[in-house]
């Protein structure tokens, strides 16, 4: 029997009005995310890709080793808990995208990170 291989990602967003200027179609956001090891083995966070995209559509990726510089090493059970920002120009938008983790038997998999909502306060109706 193999070993499950899971990270589960849960992530909550906040509008920073003293870092944005609407009126320079500048809206930073920041998120908390909480990843935790749900599997059964050891495994370590290596790199991100994230999918930002805002109310008009348009597309931003970003991929990168690590999180907030660090490619934490989860045992089963244990959680890594980080927070950053993304500036939109418009006042809502959405992310979502994947971690790409190594377990402590070579196994390479990918956590999912579940698509939310950034949306400035009275924004959406």
Known sequence: MSA?????VSVQPRFVPEQSDPERNRYLF???VTVRNTGEIA?????RHWIITDSEGKVHEVR?????GEQPVLAPGETFEYTSGCPLATPVGTMRG????VAADGTRFDATIP???L???????
């Open 43 to 47: 495994a370590q966070l290596i790199s």
């Open 4 to 8: 499950r291989y899971e990270f589960s």
């Open 64 to 68: 990168g080793l690590g999180v907030v």
């Open 98 to 101: 994947s971690y790409q983790c």
């Open 30 to 32: 920041a998120y908390t």
């Open 115 to 117: 698509e939310f909502v």
């Open 119 to 125: 949306s400035m306060p009275r924004a959406l109706h």
